[in-house]
């Protein structure tokens, strides 16, 4: 294991001993998604925007919508924007990332997800380095972990693939406020971008159903602004809400305020949440941090009602 990886494991490895992997024979490392007739999950953080994490690697344990809104509320379970499950890779690919929203709807690609999963089997012991491929519903990608800035942060790049313009013609949105600009990019996923004066005195909650019902599928909606240091970025996000960050959002806001010539090939984009940082060439590359959380045990009796 790598230094960075380490460095990381010091934080938490009081927090994984004391949920150690289903079997006392060591080959338990293999699936470390059960205890006994529990389900282990790991949480984690991309910037406040935040995953649990379910490593399956025998494909045993299907998660559907009714368990993910379960443990997503935060009220009565345990609280998220979405449900993560790692399961076996396939054609090069080290894992295959499933990931379904809060309310249960499925996802392509969330960039601060994957980050999140890629902290949860490097922490897991079974990442087979410190570069590898997972694959996703929106493509392949490739992602490298190292260690972050504080305890139990790692930092995750991922190469997102290409940026391209979306299904929906711009020209079709209507606009309760009209903004400066627009554009649909998808990214794996659907976005719309609008360029506003002040990100932060939009009413999300009011303006973001209404922009989303505007697509078949739903998007995910960015609305930003240039700022001194990079963008400045406010997110609804597609089956979850106003969320702290996005970040295949901050990849398509990237991609659009570049297109529009407000920003140059690399940028770093401002949200609520924090930080990260973009790339734009043939493909976008997106760089930001991790955050160990804490591991969960779901009691059987749980799932049953789940």
């Not at 389900?39 to 953080?45: A, S």
């Not at 973009?278 to 009602?305: K, N």
Request: charged fraction near 20%; include cysteine; aromatic fraction near 4%.
């Amino acid at each position: 294991m790598d230094a960075a990886t380490n460095a990381v494991e010091a934080t938490v490895r009081n927090e994984l001993s004391a949920h150690p992997a289903p079997c006392d024979n060591g080959s338990a490392r293999s699936n470390p998604a059960h205890i006994e007739d529990r389900m282990h999950l790991t949480k984690h953080h991309g910037l406040g925007n935040d995953f649990l994490v379910l490593v399956d690697l025998e494909d045993s344990s299907p998660i559907d919508a009714s368990l993910t809104r379960a443990v997503c509320d935060r009220r009565t379970g345990i609280g998220a924007d979405g449900l993560i499950r790692a399961t076996p890779g396939r054609d090069g690919a080290a894992f295959t990332m499933e990931l379904l929203n809060s309310d249960g709807s499925p996802a392509e690609m969330s960039g601060n997800g994957i980050r999140c999963l890629v902290q949860a089997v490097v922490l897991a012991r079974i990442a087979p380095g410190s570069e590898f491929v997972v694959a996703t519903a929106g493509g392949d990608r490739a992602v490298a972990h190292g260690a972050g800035n504080s305890p139990g942060e790692s930092w995750v790049s991922v190469d997102m693939g290409p940026a391209r313009p979306g299904s929906v013609d711009v020209a079709a949105i209507s606009h309760q406020q009209p903004p400066i600009d627009a554009a649909t990019i998808d990214i794996g996923n659907p976005h719309l971008v609008l360029h506003v004066d002040d990100p932060r005195s939009v009413d999300l909650a009011a303006e973001g159903p209404v922009y989303e019902a505007q697509f078949p599928n739903g998007a995910n909606v960015e609305w930003i602004r240039p700022t001194d240091v990079g963008l400045e970025l406010s997110v609804w996000e597609r089956g979850a809400g106003i969320t702290m960050a996005c970040g295949t959002g901050a990849c398509a806001a990237a991609t659009a305020a570049h297109g529009w010539g407000l920003v140059p090939d690399r940028v770093r984009v401002e949200m609520p949440g924090g930080s990260v940082d973009v790339v734009m060439g043939e493909t976008v590359v997106l760089a930001g941090p991790a955050t160990f959380v804490g591991s969960i045990e779901l009691e059987p009796a749980y799932l049953v009602r789940s």
